[in-house]
C-alpha cells in the first residue's frame, strides 16, 4: 500500500503548495506592509452632527414652544493617523483631526408662528483612541471593526463670545463613544481604507442658563455624529 501512500502524500503537498503560491499572489501588496509594526497616513472625511435633546421640567409648562428638535449639519474632517500594531489581527491607533461642522436646534412655537433656529458652527480637535481588530486578508484585502473614546474642544466655541448671555451655550469639551467599520485595500504602494463611524457624546455639553428662554427648556445636550471617510496609509 505504500505505493499508494507515495502518490497521494505528493498530491497533496503539490496542493498545499499551489495554493500557498495563489495566496501570495492573491495578497501580493498585502505582504509589502505584514512586517511594519507601525505606519502613519492621512484621513479626509464628511460628517453630519446634531444633537440628542431631552427636555427640562420648564419645557412643558412653557407656553412659547410647543417642539424643540436637533436638525443634521454637515462637516469636513482632516486628520493624521497612527497606527500601531499588536500581532496580526489587532491594532491602537489614534487619529488627531481638525473637524469643521455646524449644528442646528430648531424651535416650533405653539401658536404656529415662523420656526426659530439657534446654528452652532464649531471647529473641533479631536483626539480618539482607537482600538481596531482586522480580519484574515483576502485578495489584497481585510474587513476590521473598530471602537474607542476620543476627547473633542472646540476652538470655536461661543460661549467665549460678547453675545454668549444671549445664546445657547455648549461647552467647549466634549467625550464621546466611537465605533465603526471599514475595508482595507492593499495597494502597491498605500493602504486605501474607505471606512464609517458613529460617535455619541458621554457628557452634557449644554451650559445651563435660566434666563434665555431658549435654554431654560432644555435639560440635556448629547452630541452625535456620523462620518464617512477615506483612509491613506502606507
Not at 24 to 42: A, L, V
Not at 45 to 54: H, L, P, V
Request: proline letters at 4%.
Amino acid at each position: 500500500m505504500n505505493w499508494i501512500k507515495l502518490p497521494v502524500i505528493a498530491l497533496l503537498t503539490l496542493l498545499m503548495t499551489f495554493e500557498t503560491l495563489a495566496q501570495q499572489r492573491q495578497n501580493y501588496n498585502f505582504n509589502q506592509f505584514q512586517d511594519r509594526p507601525y505606519y502613519f497616513g492621512i484621513a479626509l472625511g464628511y460628517s453630519s452632527s446634531n444633537f440628542k435633546i431631552s427636555h427640562s421640567t420648564d419645557f412643558i409648562q412653557n407656553e412659547k414652544y410647543r417642539l424643540t428638535e436637533a436638525i443634521n449639519g454637515p462637516g469636513f474632517e482632516i486628520g493624521v493617523i497612527g497606527n500601531l500594531k499588536f500581532g496580526e489581527y489587532f491594532d491602537f491607533r489614534m487619529v488627531p483631526t481638525f473637524v469643521f461642522t455646524e449644528r442646528t436646534i430648531e424651535y416650533s412655537p405653539v401658536n404656529g408662528g415662523d420656526i426659530h433656529t439657534e446654528s452652532l458652527e464649531s471647529v473641533f480637535v479631536e483626539v480618539p483612541f482607537l482600538l481596531r481588530f482586522k480580519s484574515h486578508p483576502y485578495r489584497d484585502k481585510r474587513f476590521y471593526v473598530i471602537a474607542g473614546v476620543k476627547y473633542n474642544y472646540d476652538l470655536q466655541n461661543n460661549s467665549r463670545t460678547r453675545q454668549a448671555e444671549n445664546l445657547i451655550q455648549i461647552s467647549p469639551h466634549d467625550y464621546q463613544a466611537v465605533a465603526g467599520f471599514g475595508v482595507q485595500i492593499f495597494l502597491p504602494y498605500f493602504i486605501l481604507s474607505p471606512q464609517i463611524t458613529f460617535s455619541h457624546g458621554l457628557s452634557n455639553s449644554l451650559i445651563i442658563n435660566k434666563s434665555l428662554e431658549e435654554a431654560s427648556v432644555l435639560e440635556k445636550i448629547l452630541s452625535r455624529t456620523i462620518s464617512f471617510s477615506i483612509l491613506f496609509e502606507g
